[in-house]
């Protein structure tokens, strides 16, 4: 981010075409960037959700199998997301949040979460991709006044 935010200053400067486009190619390339990841996680949203279930699940039934032992993943995940145990808490009650009133069901919960915390990055990223448009408009348009003023010269 450096690099990029030093050619556009010194393209700025220096009035120079080159400096700019090339601050102009870095800009497309992270705007690409950009819509890429977007793309991608939109559509990987299930993918992900089912993945941390499935993690989820299989903390939840080691802990089944040997209560003994103790599963500090299973309490993490309890913690994180304020859950405790799927369809009932009773067989997990000693892993679930002191502070959580209730049973809340861990697979919805964990969907619940992850889609929206999903969808706030995905506006935090529509709005760095439009100041990222905004950026490649302005260095076009002074490129062409640096080009235009030169022609007048």
Do not use: W
Request: include cysteine; aromatic fraction near 10%.
């Amino acid at each position: 981010m450096m690099a990029v935010g030093f050619f556009g200053c010194c393209g700025a400067m220096r009035e120079s075409q080159c400096v700019l486009g090339s601050f102009f190619t870095c800009l497309l390339v992270i705007f690409a960037a950009e819509v890429t990841t977007g793309v991608f996680a939109f559509i990987g949203k299930e993918v992900a959700v089912r993945h941390v279930q499935t993690m989820y699940e299989e903390a939840y039934n080691d802990y089944l199998r040997d209560r003994e032992k103790g599963n500090g993943t299973l309490i993490t995940f309890h913690s994180t997301f304020q859950c405790c145990g799927k369809e009932s808490s009773e067989q997990v009650q000693l892993t679930c949040p002191k502070e959580l009133l209730g049973h809340k069901n861990c697979i919805e919960e964990i969907e619940t979460i992850i889609s929206v915390k999903l969808q706030l990055i995905g506006i935090v990223g529509i709005g760095i991709a439009g100041l990222t448009i905004f950026g490649m408009i302005f260095s076009m348009v002074l490129c062409c006044a640096i080009r235009n003023s030169r022609d007048v010269i």
